[in-house]
C-alpha cells in the first residue's frame, strides 16, 4: 500500500473557510400533490435547520455489546421572518373567505423552500461561493406572536414557526427532505440552469424541482444509461440498417424516433430504412420515470 506523505499544512491562504447569512428565499406551496409556481419570500431572517433521531441503540449478547444500531433520522427546521408572502397563508392554517379577511385555525398546506447562505474565506470574503438549501415536503407549526406598544425604540415583529417534513426518493439513496448545493464545487453552467428552473427565466415560472432532476441537471451520474452501436451511418434508398442499444439496466425498454421520416424511417426495433436521399437523426431513449436518457445515430441515404 502506498501513503501519501505530503506533510499536513494549517491556515493556507484561501482555507480559512466560512458560513454565514440567508438570502434569497423562495416559497413553493404544494398545489395537487404537486410544487406550484414559486414565490419570493422577502423578509426572511433565519432558518435554524434542526436534524434528530439517529439516535443509537445498543444490542448486547453474550453479556456483551453486539452491534449498534441507529434509529431514522428526521429533518425539521425554523424558520423566522418579518414577513411572509400571501402564498404562505394557506401553509399556515389560514383561509380567505373574501379578500381581505383570514379566518385560521384551518388545514395546513405542505410546501418547499429554498434558501441561499454565504461562503466565504479569507482572500474572497463573501464574494468566494455560495449554498443553496433546498426543503421538501415541509409542514408548519402554528407559534405564538407577541404584539407590542410603539415606543421609543421601536421594533418590527417577528414571525417564527417550526417546521416538520417527510421525506421524498432519490434513487440510489435513501429518501431525503434536504439537498444542498455548494456553487464552489459544481460546474457554473449546471448550476446556472439549475438557478433557472428555481428562480424562473424570461416567461418560465420558478419551480421547484425533486432530487433526481437536480442531480440531473448538474451532472450526477445515474444507474440509467443508453449507447448505441453507431453514431452515423450511411445506407441506400429502400434499404434497412439495424441499430442496436446497450441499456443500464439491462432490460429497459428503449423508444426510437427518428428527426424525420421522409429520409430515413425506423421501427421500435430499431431497424432503419432508408425513404429517399438526405439524412436523418435517429435517436433512442430510455426513461427513470423522471428523466430521459437518449444517444443519436445521424443517418445518410443515397439515392444508390
Not at 16 to 27: A, D, S
Not at 104 to 120: D, E, H, S, V
Not at 248 to 262: I, L, Q, Y
Request: with cysteine.
Amino acid at each position: 500500500m502506498k501513503w501519501n506523505n505530503s506533510k499536513l499544512e494549517w491556515d493556507a491562504t484561501g482555507e480559512h473557510l466560512y458560513e454565514t447569512g440567508v438570502k434569497m428565499g423562495v416559497l413553493y406551496p404544494i398545489v395537487d400533490n404537486t410544487y406550484s409556481t414559486g414565490v419570493v419570500w422577502n423578509g426572511l431572517t433565519a432558518v435554524t435547520e434542526t436534524p434528530s433521531g439517529a439516535d443509537a441503540n445498543d444490542i448486547y449478547a453474550d453479556d456483551m455489546k453486539y452491534l449498534e444500531l441507529r434509529a431514522a433520522e428526521t429533518f425539521g427546521a425554523t424558520v423566522e421572518a418579518y414577513m411572509y408572502p400571501d402564498e404562505f397563508a394557506v401553509c399556515d392554517g389560514s383561509a380567505a373567505p373574501i379578500t381581505g379577511v383570514i379566518i385560521g385555525q384551518q388545514p395546513r398546506k405542505p410546501f418547499g423552500l429554498c434558501y441561499r447562505t454565504i461562503l466565504g474565506n479569507d482572500t474572497d470574503r463573501d464574494e468566494f461561493g455560495y449554498k443553496i438549501h433546498l426543503i421538501y415536503n415541509a409542514t408548519a407549526s402554528p407559534s405564538e406572536r407577541s404584539y407590542q406598544t410603539v415606543n421609543d425604540s421601536p421594533e418590527a415583529i417577528t414571525f417564527s414557526w417550526e417546521m416538520t417534513t417527510t421525506p421524498v426518493a432519490v434513487t440510489g439513496y435513501k429518501n431525503t427532505s434536504c439537498l444542498i448545493i455548494d456553487s464552489t464545487k459544481v460546474d457554473a453552467l449546471n448550476l446556472a440552469a439549475l438557478e433557472a428552473v428555481l428562480y424562473g427565466q424570461g416567461a418560465t415560472d420558478a419551480r421547484l424541482p425533486l432530487p433526481d432532476e437536480v442531480i440531473s441537471i448538474l451532472g450526477g451520474t445515474s444507474e440509467y444509461d443508453i449507447t448505441l452501436n453507431r453514431s452515423n451511418a450511411t445506407i441506400v434508398k429502400d434499404s434497412t440498417l439495424t441499430l442496436k442499444a446497450t441499456v443500464n439496466p439491462a432490460g429497459t425498454s428503449v423508444t426510437w424516433a427518428s428527426s424525420d421520416s421522409t429520409k430515413a424511417s425506423v421501427t421500435q426495433g430499431g431497424v432503419v430504412t432508408g425513404v429517399a436521399a438526405g439524412s436523418a437523426t435517429i435517436t433512442a431513449s430510455i426513461s427513470d420515470g423522471v428523466n430521459t436518457y437518449s444517444d443519436t445515430c445521424t443517418v445518410t441515404v443515397t439515392a444508390s
